[in-house]
């Protein structure tokens, strides 16, 4: 289950080379050639994509979520609404208007413990999670991923 300290056997500062390790099975993607500081996408499966894990400048930094089938630390998940979010996170919760689609919102939390950690779900236009992301600063805050 993803946290805030990373996911499994793979913790947020591992190298690539470290996360292929400890991940204990194919991890898909590669590192543009060249460019020790890019940030590129590893992930388990060969041909889904709802489960992300970032990398940039070849440290693990952040996981990217688009199924329902994973859950948050503390219960958040992709479907459920805003009000559900805001329960289960009561007085944790930072509530912004998405940056392109001011309907949307951006509801960030903040790591129970001391850090730079951050737990962000995306709504869309109707309050419900479309996505959520965990990981540290400042990658946790790119709004577009890698671009």
Request: hydrophobic residues 35%.
């Amino acid at each position: 289950m993803p946290g805030f300290e990373g996911i499994g056997p793979l913790h947020f500062g591992a190298s690539a080379e470290q996360m292929r390790k400890a991940w204990g099975a194919p991890l898909y993607g590669k590192a543009p050639t060249n460019d020790s500081l890019a940030c590129y996408y590893l992930r388990p499966s060969q041909d889904k994509y709802d489960l992300l894990f970032m990398v940039e400048g070849d440290r693990f930094v952040r996981i990217d979520v688009k199924t329902e089938s994973k859950t948050a630390p503390g219960g958040g998940r992709v479907g459920m609404d805003v009000q559900q979010i805001e329960k289960l996170y009561a007085g944790q919760v930072h509530v912004s208007p998405g940056k392109y689609d001011p309907a949307e919102r951006t509801m960030s939390v903040a790591s129970p413990r001391a850090g730079n950690a951050k737990l962000i779900f995306a709504t869309d236009a109707s309050g419900v999670v479309k996505s959520w992301r965990i990981g540290i600063s400042p990658q946790i805050d790119y709004v577009e991923g890698c671009s």
